[in-house]
């Protein structure tokens, strides 16, 4: 399997910013305010970019049908399960 990885240089801004060129951002599909965990490993700095719950809901191929009227009443039904007095 033939892998082809891409090359950038940046600078490292004041207070230690870093700005990811567009076409990567594009790439990757990061937008502003997406949050990334960093971590170093050997010496080399590791950023994993983590999508909210609602950009990847709607990023994603959908799997499943239901309509609102579904999920309130399974939502009641699993409720009544677990809260039943």
Known sequence: MLVLSQVS??????KGAIYIPKHICEQLGIS??????MRVEGG???LEFIPDPLSLAIRVRKWAKTTVEDFERESEEEQNELYAT
Not at 9 to 14: A, E, F, M, Q, T
Not at 32 to 37: G, I, K, P, T
């Open 32 to 37: 502003e305010n997406d949050r990334v965990l």
């Open 44 to 46: 080399k700095l590791i």
């Open 9 to 14: 240089v940046s600078k490292v801004g004041k």
